[in-house]
């Protein structure tokens, strides 16, 4: 059993640098099935997530040569027409854009319903009216998600999304690209890393266009070829480490960073109190006395990401004053309050809306990782908190931060990862 062990109080101090951006790279890994030739991608965090897709690729017959640690090469050209492995499947929620990767590829796709962060459910529904708006037949069997293509393959169709979808409109991107004529997708989410993938199949020859708007066109080609990309730095991991200063205090420069990816984060922190300084790809982040309290409504891009929510709210548990968040994309996300809640915390959580009584401490204790970000906003009350702190279920942190206790033990966090035994199951005497 992994655990993080924190002990709290120090400011952080010193430079952070961010690595690639989780959320493009996940789609990106995948549509390199679609790719003929070699793909070089740069700046790829070395995440569990990651490491993941790189499994369920190799498993297909994928060639891929790590160059450096965030350097990959990857060959599909002579990749099988095979299912992706079931029991990588299920361990990630990016495993959805193999549906669209396959069906663009080989016409149709079986691939298991995914995994990843258990903080209520995220149905598929756009993904599949995307799909089905091109000519597929998409039906849901035993836990898969069985898509197949008129045999001349995939045609353009205009799809106009329920909801602003990320995933959605990522996937539909995927199956789009080799397909037959023009796809518009409308009402489409602009975050900066659908931009990021869009950008990708460019690079490869794909005809992509209106990324970053809510109106996305892909002109259907016959083939995409080998080259270079690097993917933008992570907005969310960012974040993070400004939100981690602003709780705990001190002075970081936090660099490979696209400041306009951040205006929302770095406005709501100002608003806080903190100190926000730009530069051309870095921000420095400074806090010396108690952060103000503020309400943030979470947004699709380029409002408040709902992925900052409870790293903010470990601030805003630290700040003067009464906060409110309200978490507009996902019903269910405020199961980390509890875990607060135990360190000192003083949050009351009502469905959609968490109101938050600033307190003056959090103390160290033992509490849990729910997910992913709900995870990294553990890390940040732990290392504000007096004390102690030991978090558990640590696997959700690891899928999206790439070496998280270097970093923060290099701005004089006191931080380390502990392996302790799992604990074992009594024997019963037959």
């Known amino acids: 059993m992994i655990q993080y062990m924190i002990e709290g109080g120090r400011p952080l101090q010193g430079t952070v640098t961010i690595s690639g951006a989780k959320n493009a790279a996940v789609a990106i890994l995948p549509a390199t099935l679609l790719v003929n030739g070699t793909c070089r991608i740069e700046n790829v965090p070395d995440i569990s997530d990651v490491r993941l897709l790189l499994e369920i690729l190799d498993s297909m017959g994928a060639e891929i040569r790590r160059l450096s640690p965030n350097t990959l090469e990857i060959t599909c050209t002579h990749v099988r027409d095979s299912e992706a492995s079931d029991a990588l499947v299920r361990r990630i929620r990016a495993s959805y854009y193999f ?34 708006a091109m000519g597929a037949t998409v039906e849901l069997q035993n836990g898969f998600v069985c898509a197949s293509a008129p045999e001349e393959g995939l045609t353009g169709g205009r799809v106009n999304l329920d909801v602003v979808s990320v995933g959605a409109t990522m996937n539909i991107m995927i199956g789009a690209v080799l397909a037959g004529g023009t796809t518009i997708i409308e009402n489409a989410a602009k975050e900066p890393h659908i931009v990021d993938l869009a950008n990708f199949l460019n690079a490869m020859g794909a005809k992509v266009s209106g990324a970053g708007t809510d109106v996305i066109k892909v002109r259907g080609v016959k083939s995409l070829r080998g080259g270079f990309y690097s993917i933008i730095p992570d907005q969310i991991e960012a974040g993070t480490y400004m939100a981690a200063v602003a709780a705990v ?36 982040v400074q806090r010396s006395g108690r952060l103000r309290r503020a309400n943030v409504k979470t947004l699709p891009y380029p409002g408040f990401p709902t992925d ?123």
Do not use: W
């Open 99 to 132: 549906i669209g990767a396959q069906l663009g590829r080989f016409n149709h796709a079986r691939v298991a319903l995914p995994g990843g962060c258990n903080f209520g459910p995220r149905p598929i529904d756009q993904h599949i009216k995307g799909f089905e």
């Open 249 to 284: 205090g001190g002075d970081v420069l936090v660099q490979n960073v696209i400041p306009k990816h951040m205006d929302t984060i770095s406005a709501k922190l100002r608003e806080m109190g903190a100190k926000i300084t730009e530069y051309d790809d870095a921000i420095r």
């Open 308 to 430: 900052m929510q409870p790293q903010i709210a470990v601030c805003m548990s630290l700040a003067s004053g009464v906060s409110v968040i309200t978490e507009s994309i996902y019903d269910t996300r405020f199961g980390y309050c509890a875990e607060l809640n135990r360190m000192g915390a003083a949050i009351k959580v009502d469905t959609k809306v968490a109101i938050i009584t600033g307190v003056d401490r959090l103390h160290g204790c033992a509490v849990r990782a729910c997910d992913l970000r709900a995870g990294a906003a553990m890390v940040i009350a732990g290392l504000a908190a007096e004390g102690r702190t030991v978090i558990e279920e640590v696997e959700y942190i690891e899928r999206g931060y790439e070496n998280l206790i270097g970093k923060l033990q290099g701005l004089g966090a006191t931080i380390k990862r502990i392996e302790t035994p799992a604990p074992r199951t009594a024997s019963v005497a037959g």
